[in-house]
Nanobody, 129 residues
Framework: VQLQASGGGLVQVGGSLRLSCARSGSLFSLHASGWYRQAPGKQRELVASITGNGDSSKYADYVKGRFTIPREEPSNTVYLHMNEVKPKDTAVYYC???????????????????????WGQGTQVTVSS
């Protein structure tokens, strides 16, 4: 399975950006997905995640109300819509995925960071003031 993240770049404070994560090569069509970020000198942290059935999503407090994690079917692409960006949002953003067949752990639940099986290569987001 491969995850291809794209869409990063330079954006001004208060602006918007859309990140994409295209998933390919899996036998399973259902998957739970997440976006994480890592700023220089800091640990990787959760941004947002969505369950395998797509019915539930989870957001870190610092992005609630500003970011959303919609998923497009059947293209297997997960997005991160970033609105009202702040300088603290500057980081490398990573997408992650784990198979979530019906009845499995991640069909109704969002995984923790250690439970994701596949990771994308990261895309840099820089917010300028």
């Amino acid at each position: 399975v491969q995850l291809q993240a794209s869409g990063g770049g330079l954006v001004q404070v208060g602006g918007s950006l859309r990140l994409s994560c295209a998933r390919s090569g899996s036998l399973f069509s259902l998957h739970a997905s997440g976006w994480y970020r890592q700023a220089p000198g800091k640990q990787r942290e959760l941004v947002a995640s969505i369950t395998g059935n797509g019915d539930s999503s989870k957001y870190a407090d610092y992005v609630k109300g500003r970011f959303t994690i919609p998923r497009e079917e059947p293209s297997n692409t997960v997005y991160l819509h970033m609105n009202e960006v702040k300088p603290k949002d500057t980081a490398v953003y990573y997408c992650a995925s784990v198979d979530a067949p019906y009845g499995g752990n991640y069909y109704h639940n969002t995984p923790t960071m250690n439970e994701y099986t596949y990771w994308g290569q990261g895309t840099q987001v820089t917010v300028s003031s």
